[in-house]
């Protein structure tokens, strides 16, 4: 059975940074592909990174790009997704999902294999 749990969410003021972490189970790791979507309140679920199963791939939405960088441990089954320069606007459930095969560019959540069941981050200004 696979899983997926997310971590690391929590309250952080405006310019500060947080680490989310994403734990697989249940699944060949280093063979997947992953992504960080989020859903702000009253929003539409959007995705906010990509990585390819050989990190050769990546993807960040226009407004995380320089701020945000995803990375992963094959030897802990890991995803990370670190966060800096925290802005209001990025307060969100975030979660983590896995697919077998990404070539690159945008994921759609209903194309993933797996979801984790989300973090909250909440920024204030």
């Known amino acids: 059975q696979v899983q997926l749990v997310e971590s690391g969410g929590g309250l952080v003021q405006a310019g500060g940074s947080l680490r989310l972490s994403c734990v697989a189970s249940g699944l060949t790791f280093s063979s997947h592909a992953w992504g960080w979507f989020r859903q702000a309140p009253g929003k539409e679920r959007e995705l906010v990174t990509a990585?390819?199963?050989?990190?050769?791939?990546?993807y960040y939405m226009d407004s995380v790009k320089g701020r945000f960088t995803i990375s992963r441990d094959n030897f802990k089954n890991t995803v990370y997704l670190q966060m800096n320069s925290l802005k209001p606007e990025d307060t969100a459930v975030y979660y983590c999902a896995v697919r077998r095969t990404y070539a690159g560019g945008a994921m759609t959540w209903s194309g993933m294999d797996y979801w984790g069941k989300g973090t909250l981050v909440t920024v204030s200004s």
């Open positions: 990585i390819s199963s050989s990190s050769r791939a990546l």
